[in-house]
């Protein structure tokens, strides 16, 4: 018995999500709070709350419309949050309980495209993209103002800083400032020197002088008792944000005398800082190497010292306002992940390269990231060296670079080289030791590269800049583009797959052909090693993954249940067992003696490119096309045992006791499945009442609320709604209503139900149109046949 458990445990029989990087930030308007501790910032339908200490998500706050937030505001006293969506409706938050305290129409005839707050927090500005301005008393609940005139959208509004005067400034996108007077309720000034929109204004610390910056590369510097242009400073890039600096010498940045300073953000990708009034530049920040380091945002939290930076790949850059030292670094959105890889000995960090020259090294613990630069192209593959602390990376800037984490986990590149002529697509390190690395490229070569010494011993100088990498061996090995390359376990065998169908067994180091493997009928994505036996796995885009022997290069199996391509594939347990990622967003479990698909692991919502297992083989990294990083970790042996009794459930429709152990689990996934398997049955609506109404009340409450979550997803909203109809059926309304949490399960299913329900109505409609097309077409009479003479 002993001997048959520890046989069982050694397979894995399934994975459960353990964290997810997701995106938080997608463009928009990004705030930090007066202390510097919180950081604000839009994405999508949502405004996401991020301690600064530790990168971690508090909280996420999204109105009950659930459209998208279009403007947002944190008042002075970091006590009240204004969000705007576009179903013009205003939200009140007290957004550190995240709760909605007010919520109200706009009045706007359109969405709300800036919004700002007057310095005693009671008054707050919105802008239209009608082309009004409204003022809201917010202590009081009711609208103060309404100014007409503006052509187009209102894009920028500010209160004069001094509450006394009472003045509020508005541009649109006639590139003209508009100065209002709440006191007389009119226009008091048009300010009219920019001829390109204006991005940004800011003030002076007594109030005297206004700074505007435009997209015509110039900032005005304004008196504010003449409404005038004192100086007009032609910054030579188009600037998002200007803010003005304490009016104090500050040596670091250039600042020697106490006159008006301001730091500028454009398209050049670097801070600057200019003196008013000789319009000089007397600071420039050193600019890092890649696109994408455009400047689209600038902040600074005068309290806390601080200064926020947003570059236009969605990287939040924080610095110590003083001396413009980075002090922390966030990765918004990494959009598109192409590969993941565990780093450091114990796997604590996790590398992703993402449709970015940029490479992101998350720490799994603090949530605490660095962006690395150097590739100036989109960086398509990673593999890391044996110890964790090296690692590597090729672009499609056709070079490759390596890296090296320290024991305090900074990471800076120590290697680079080029010599490949199209993009490099895959890359794969020596395992036995850090000797070499080998790099697969579209130019149809394999190229070995040695790592010198000089990178090896310790006592390299961190700032000696990166050695320069040679080519040892370059090899054609297909006729297409090399998609992936494999070095053995014992550094002796080389593997490539390549587009043409075949995957290739290469003699290191000569690289010296020893057989090939054809059986695949579309290219191939991945190739790897077992770690134990004399084994070749390799993924295909024909939906397949296929063991090789590589003594006669014969297909010793064929795995098949992908819809789709098979991207990635990794050998886990000990070489008994796959796990496969495919463009189906799908990852699966295999076990390789019954070629059994074990689990199939559905989290991602896009092609799964990035797949990695760590050392202690408990913990899986999966990245894809929908900009998440998961991370899985491996299933205890009751786990297992549960879900092989729920499995045997199933097989022989018990669906009442398969239901109850799905919700005692916890897992909507799972129970989604028991629902979908009562669905296929022939008699399902009778099953699935009968099933339902069998349930204690506490499974019911368990299922409404996994109907909730379901709801949301257009694929498994015919689940959800066939379990509210059968509860709503079957159950008293004041059952219902006695059922706990029960009026936000309501509240959340309600505008998710609507949108289903409009969406199958239109395409009812779209249906009944062309029904009728179809029987009101009249063909053309065909000729008659010719008769037979």
């Known amino acids: 018995m002993a001997e048959a458990a520890a046989g069982v445990s050694r397979f894995k029989a399934n994975y459960a999500v353990e964290r997810k990087i997701e995106p938080f930030y997608k463009g928009g308007k990004v705030q930090l709070d007066q202390t510097g501790q919180h950081l604000f910032c839009v994405c999508g339908t949502r405004v996401n709350i991020l301690d600064v200490a530790s990168g971690a998500m508090l909280r996420s706050l999204e109105q009950e419309d659930q459209e998208d937030i279009t403007a947002f505001d944190l008042s002075p006293d970091d006590e009240v949050l204004v969000t705007g969506s576009r179903a013009l409706l205003l939200a009140q938050w007290a957004w550190r309980e995240g709760s909605v305290t007010r919520l109200w129409k706009a009045i706007h005839t359109a969405p709300v495209a800036a919004m700002a707050f007057d310095p005693t927090s009671t008054l707050l500005a919105t802008g239209g993209c009608d082309g009004a301005v409204r003022v809201w008393d917010i202590v009081r609940h009711y609208g103060t103002h309404h100014f007409r005139g503006s052509p187009g959208v209102v894009h920028l509004v500010a209160f004069h800083p001094d509450p006394a005067r009472l003045l509020l400034f508005s541009s649109a996108v006639d590139a003209t400032i508009r100065v209002w007077s709440l006191q007389e309720q009119s226009c008091l000034a048009m300010l009219t020197a920019h001829y390109s929109a204006v991005t940004s204004l800011t003030f002076s610390a007594d109030g005297h002088t206004m700074l505007s910056s435009g997209r015509d590369k110039i900032c005005i510097v304004w008196d504010l008792q003449s409404f005038q242009a004192t100086r007009t400073v032609p910054v030579f890039e188009s600037v998002e944000a200007a803010v003005t600096l304490p009016e104090e010498p500050v040596p670091e940045l250039g600042v020697k005398s106490t006159g008006l300073h301001f730091l500028t953000a454009g398209d050049q990708g670097m801070l600057r800082v200019w003196e008013a009034a000789s319009g000089q530049c007397v600071y420039t920040q050193p600019r890092l190497p890649g696109p994408g380091r455009e400047l689209t945002h600038c902040a600074l939290a005068r309290t806390a010292g601080l200064l926020l930076s947003v570059t236009a790949d969605h990287n939040l850059l924080l610095y110590e306002a003083r001396s413009l030292q980075l002090q922390k670094q966030f990765a918004g959105y990494s959009e598109e992940v192409l590969d993941v890889r565990f780093l450091g000995p114990e796997d604590s960090h996790v590398v992703v390269a993402s449709n970015s020259p940029c490479l992101k090294v998350f720490e799994l613990q603090t949530s605490a990231c660095q962006i690395l630069h150097g590739h100036t192209d989109i960086v398509l593959a990673l593999d890391v060296f044996r110890k964790g602390w090296l690692f590597a990376s090729c672009a499609k800037d056709q070079s490759i670079r390596i890296w090296r984490m320290n024991k305090a986990g900074k990471v800076a590149c120590v290697a680079q080289g080029s010599g490949h002529t199209h993009s490099v697509g895959t890359i794969c390190c020596s395992r036995l030791k850090e000797t070499f690395l080998v790099t697969g490229s579209q130019d149809c070569t394999v190229k070995l590269w040695p790592l010198p010494e000089a990178l090896l011993s310790k006592s390299t100088a961190p700032d000696s800049g990166p050695v320069l990498l040679q080519a040892q061996a370059t090899q054609r090995c297909h006729e297409k583009d090399i998609n992936s390359v494999a070095v053995a376990p014992n550094d002796k065998l080389l593997a490539t797959g390549s587009q043409d169908r075949t995957a290739k067994l290469w003699a290191l180091p ?75 967003g799908l990852v699966k479990l295999w076990t390789i003696k019954n070629n059994e698909c074990v689990r199939t692991l559905d989290a991602h919502e896009d092609k799964v490119w990035g797949l990695h297992c760590n050392r202690l083989d408990d913990r899986a990294l999966t990245g894809a096309s929908d900009s998440c990083v998961i991370l899985w970790k491996v299933c205890g042996l009751g786990e297992w045992s549960r879900q092989q009794e729920l499995d045997n459930l199933l097989q022989e429709k018990r669906y009442l006791r398969a239901l109850g152990l799905a919700i005692s689990l916890d897992r909507p996934h799972t129970v989604l499945t028991v629902i979908q398997a009562i669905r296929r049955d022939p008699e399902a609506c009778e099953k699935l009442e009968a099933t339902v109404f069998q349930l204690r009340r506490d499974q019911k409450e368990a299922l409404l609320r996994f109907c909730v979550t379901w709801n949301t997803n257009s694929r498994h909203c015919h689940e959800a709604q066939a379990v509210l109809g059968v509860l709503l059926r079957h159950e008293a309304p004041e059952e219902l209503l006695a059922y706990e949490g029960v009026r936000a399960s309501l509240e959340a299913l309600l505008p998710y139900t609507e949108r289903h329900f409009q969406r199958l109505s239109r395409t009812l409609q779209a249906a009944t149109f062309l029904d009728f097309l179809w029987h009101n077409m009249k063909l053309p009479t065909l000729p008659a046949a010719p008769s037979a003479l």
């Open 510 to 584: 000569q690289c010296q052909l020893l057989g090939v493997f054809s059986g695949h009928r579309r290219g191939l994505w991945c190739v790897q090693f077992s770690p134990m036996d004399q084994v070749l796995a390799t993924a295909s885009a024909d939906g397949t993954v296929k063991l090789w022997a590589l003594q006669d290069f014969s297909c010793l199996k064929t795995f098949e249940g992908h819809d789709a391509s098979v991207l990635k594939v990794a050998f886990v347990s000990r070489g008994t067992q796959l796990l496969s990622s495919g463009s189906d």
